[in-house]
């Protein structure tokens, strides 16, 4: 399947200053407020999101729920429960791509144009940054088509190794020059 290059960017920076449909939130089951991507989030949201989150009683690994954005520039928050690493045989391969899968299906049903993706599992959760970062880029690509209304796909990398990953991973797929 074609990639769409002209609908993927590929930016270094903070999620939290995105002013985008929606922007996807690398949450825990619990959808509590945590640490890293998660933190900064909420952080950046306010009280708001915290209740928000504690209304939507959990969220599976691989599967994902829509809040509002509160105080961020994003009108939504799309809280994606990644994986944890452990090794690569219990299915996180599979659950990594349905966080992307499922986001990009709330983001389409609630008639976004654009959304913003974090590094999911990378931090804390352990997946390697590089298998990571190919599967999102593939899942995306693939997922394109399925959802019109996108018209827009940022991954927001916090630093230049992670940017430089997905920058490649997306060469791979065909949508680098």
């Known amino acids: 399947m074609p990639i769409m290059p002209a609908r993927i960017e590929i930016v270094e920076g903070d999620i939290t200053e995105l002013d985008t449909g929606a922007i996807v939130n690398a949450a825990n089951a619990a959808l509590a407020p945590g640490g890293g991507v998660c933190g900064a989030i909420h952080r950046a949201a306010g009280p708001e999101l915290a209740e928000a989150c504690a209304a939507l009683d959990g969220c599976e690994t691989g599967k994902a729920k829509i809040t509002p954005g509160f105080a961020l520039p994003a009108d939504y928050v799309i809280h994606a429960v990644g994986p944890v690493w452990q090794g690569g045989i219990h299915g996180e391969d599979k659950a990594l791509a349905g966080c992307y899968r499922e986001s990009l299906r709330l983001a389409e049903e609630n008639g976004l144009s654009s959304i913003a993706f974090p590094a999911i599992s990378t931090g804390i959760y352990g997946f390697p940054p590089e298998r990571a970062a190919e599967i999102a ?7 394109l088509p399925q959802t019109p209304r996108i018209e827009r796909v940022v991954f927001c990398c916090f630093d230049a190794s992670s940017r430089r990953l997905h920058e490649a991973a997306l ?4 949508g680098g020059s």
């Open 137 to 143: 880029v593939r899942t995306v690509s693939e997922t």
């Open 171 to 174: 060469q791979s797929c065909g």
